[in-house]
């Protein structure tokens, strides 16, 4: 098994919201907790939870592919993911990716050498008011995200910042 026990009591937390014969409803959620502890969901993964779920491997693929919150391909410890619809892009939002992939040193889809970023394009995240935005592991958004916030940002995740 690729996924710890822990992992299936979450996993099993979800599956009893649904019915019996809706367990595939629980999918994304297990895709989720999936992720967290593998930190992207491989081939592999996706066939366990199809097995596991009591669903075809290809609606879990198709669920993994479609959403950009699933990385199916490793992604570096943290994945900064830039607004770039149009209100974002009009509002900081590519002055911001540039000045990101400067800093970083790579583009879009791209992982730093040391594994500890990978930046993605992103669609809506629904905070236009807040633009530029920025989506951290899919968990946490950052917005009004001037140069000096993308530096400091990127300082508390390497770990170089003070208290």
């Not at 999918?27 to 199809?50: N, R």
């Not at 669903?55 to 699933?70: H, L, S």
């Not at 209100?87 to 000045?99: D, F, T």
């Amino acid at each position: 098994m690729l996924l710890s026990e822990q992992c299936y009591t979450k996993i099993d937390r979800e599956l009893a919201k649904y019915p019996a014969d809706q367990r595939q409803s629980a999918v994304m959620a297990a895709l989720a907790h999936a992720q967290l502890e593998t930190g992207w969901i491989s081939q592999a993964v996706m066939q366990e939870l199809a097995d596991y779920i009591r669903m075809p491997a290809i609606a879990v693929q198709e669920v993994a592919t479609f959403y950009n919150m699933y990385n199916t391909k490793p992604v570096g410890k943290h994945k900064i993911t830039v607004c770039t619809n149009l209100p974002c892009a009009l509002s900081g939002g590519e002055r911001a990716a540039q000045h990101l992939k400067h800093k970083l040193g790579i583009d879009y889809r791209g992982t730093t050498d040391d594994g500890q970023f990978t930046l993605m394009e992103g669609e809506c995240m629904g905070a236009c008011g807040d633009a530029p935005v920025m989506l951290v592991d899919n968990h946490r958004m950052c917005s009004w995200m001037s140069n000096d916030k993308i530096d400091a940002l990127v300082s508390e995740l390497s770990g170089n910042h003070t208290q």
